[in-house]
C-alpha cells in the first residue's frame, strides 16, 4: 500500500482538531481533585526522607508527583489515538475491539494486531506476560476464521528505543521504529513534534492559573489537618495515611475528645 494518501498537513488538522481533549483531561484531573486521596496514595516516608520541611514545599510535591503519572497515561491516550488516526488513513487500520489489542491493520499481505503503550518500559513481568496470553488468544481467534492468513503480533511504544525488536513471539517496535511502522514514512517521529505543540502556550497557561488556585487551597487545607505551631506534624500525616481502620478511627476520637475538654 502506498502512504501518499497521509500529508503532514492532515496530521496537523487531526492534531488541531483533538489535542484539546488532553488538555481538558488534565484541566479535570485537577478540578476534581482532594487532598487526601492524594495523601492517601503518596508515600510520606520519601517525603519525610526527601527533608521536606514547609506544608507548601510537601503540598506542591505532591501534587507534581500524582500529575506527572496522569499526564503520561492522558497523553500517551491521544498518541494511541493519534497513531490509529494515522494508521488508518495509510493502511486502513482501525481500532480493536479486542482486549488489550488496540490497532488491527494490514501491510504488506501481514494481518498485524498491536498493543500500543507510551514507551518501552512500561509494564511488569506479569503484564507482559499477560500481553502475550491476549496475543496468542487473538491470533488463535484470527486464524480460525481466516485459516491462510499470517498475523504478527506488535508491541509499539511511541517513544524510546528497542535494540532487539524480535522477542519471539512478538516484535515490539518503538520511537521511530513504531511511528513507521504505523505510517510507512520513515521520518514521521520527527515530523508529528511540531503540531503537538498547538496552542501549547494559551493552554498551559489556563492549566498553571488553576493550578495555582489548587496549591493554595491546599496548602491551607494541610496546614489546618497536618500541622503544629508551623511545622508538619508527620506522625499524624502517617497514621492518615497508613493506620489500620480501625485504629485511625480510635486515634481520632480521642483528639475530638480532647480537644472538646480542652
Same mark, same amino acid.
Given at each position: 500500500?502506498?502512504?501518499?494518501?497521509?500529508?503532514?498537513?492532515?496530521?496537523?488538522?487531526?492534531v488541531e482538531d483533538n489535542i484539546g481533549s488532553f488538555h481538558e483531561?488534565?484541566?479535570?484531573?485537577?478540578?476534581?481533585?482532594?487532598?487526601?486521596?492524594?495523601?492517601?496514595?503518596k508515600n510520606p516516608y520519601l517525603f519525610k526522607a526527601k527533608h521536606?520541611?514547609?506544608?507548601?514545599?510537601?503540598?506542591?510535591?505532591?501534587?507534581?508527583?500524582?500529575?506527572?503519572?496522569?499526564?503520561?497515561?492522558?497523553?500517551?491516550?491521544?498518541?494511541?489515538?493519534?497513531?490509529?488516526?494515522?494508521?488508518?488513513?495509510?493502511?486502513?487500520?482501525?481500532?480493536?475491539?479486542?482486549?488489550?489489542?488496540?490497532?488491527?491493520?494490514?501491510?504488506?499481505?501481514?494481518?498485524?494486531?498491536?498493543?500500543?503503550?507510551?514507551?518501552?518500559?512500561?509494564?511488569?513481568?506479569?503484564?507482559?506476560?499477560?500481553?502475550?496470553?491476549?496475543?496468542?488468544?487473538?491470533?488463535?481467534?484470527?486464524?480460525?476464521?481466516?485459516?491462510?492468513?499470517?498475523?504478527?503480533?506488535?508491541?509499539?511504544?511511541?517513544?524510546?528505543?528497542?535494540?532487539?525488536?524480535?522477542? =519471539?513471539?512478538?516484535? +515490539?517496535?518503538?520511537?521511530?521504529? &513504531?511511528? !513507521?511502522?504505523? *505510517?510507512? #514514512?520513515?521520518?514521521?517521529? /520527527?515530523?508529528?513534534?511540531?503540531?503537538? =505543540?498547538?496552542?501549547? +502556550?494559551?493552554?498551559?497557561?489556563? &492549566?498553571? !492559573?488553576?493550578? *495555582?488556585? #489548587?496549591?493554595?487551597?491546599? /496548602?491551607?487545607?494541610?496546614?489546618?489537618?497536618?500541622?503544629?505551631?508551623?511545622?508538619?506534624?508527620?506522625?499524624?500525616?502517617v497514621e492518615f495515611n497508613s493506620a489500620h481502620l480501625e485504629q485511625?478511627?480510635?486515634?481520632?476520637?480521642?483528639?475530638?475528645?480532647?480537644?472538646?475538654?480542652?
Amino acid at each position: 500500500m502506498s502512504y501518499n494518501k497521509l500529508t503532514l498537513a492532515d496530521i496537523r488538522q487531526y492534531v488541531e482538531d483533538n489535542i484539546g481533549s488532553f488538555h481538558e483531561a488534565r484541566l479535570n484531573s485537577l478540578r476534581g481533585l482532594e487532598l487526601k486521596q492524594i495523601l492517601k496514595r503518596k508515600n510520606p516516608y520519601l517525603f519525610k526522607a526527601k527533608h521536606v520541611l514547609s506544608a507548601p514545599d510537601l503540598v506542591k510535591l505532591l501534587l507534581d508527583a500524582h500529575l506527572s503519572s496522569q499526564e503520561e497515561t492522558m497523553f500517551g491516550d491521544f498518541l494511541e489515538s493519534l497513531a490509529i488516526y494515522i494508521c488508518g488513513r495509510v493502511y486502513g487500520g482501525k481500532k480493536s475491539s479486542r482486549p488489550s489489542i488496540d490497532l488491527e491493520f494490514e501491510r504488506d499481505n501481514i494481518f498485524y494486531i498491536v498493543s500500543i503503550k507510551s514507551g518501552p518500559n512500561w509494564g511488569n513481568a506479569d503484564q507482559i506476560r499477560k500481553m502475550r496470553e491476549n496475543f496468542a488468544e487473538a491470533i488463535e481467534d484470527i486464524r480460525t476464521n481466516h485459516p491462510n492468513i499470517q498475523v504478527v503480533a506488535v508491541n509499539g511504544c511511541c517513544y524510546g528505543q528497542d535494540a532487539n525488536p524480535d522477542k =519471539g513471539d512478538y516484535f +515490539k517496535y518503538c520511537g521511530q521504529d &513504531f511511528w !513507521e511502522f504505523v *505510517s510507512g #514514512i520513515w521520518e514521521l517521529y /520527527t515530523q508529528i513534534i511540531e503540531p503537538l =505543540g498547538h496552542k501549547a +502556550k494559551e493552554k498551559n497557561e489556563e &492549566f498553571y !492559573e488553576e493550578y *495555582s488556585k #489548587i496549591v493554595t487551597n491546599f /496548602t491551607v487545607e494541610f496546614a489546618n489537618e497536618f500541622c503544629e505551631n508551623g511545622k508538619i506534624n508527620w506522625i499524624k500525616l502517617v497514621e492518615f495515611n497508613s493506620a489500620h481502620l480501625e485504629q485511625s478511627n480510635q486515634i481520632r476520637e480521642k483528639r475530638s475528645r480532647y480537644s472538646t475538654r480542652k
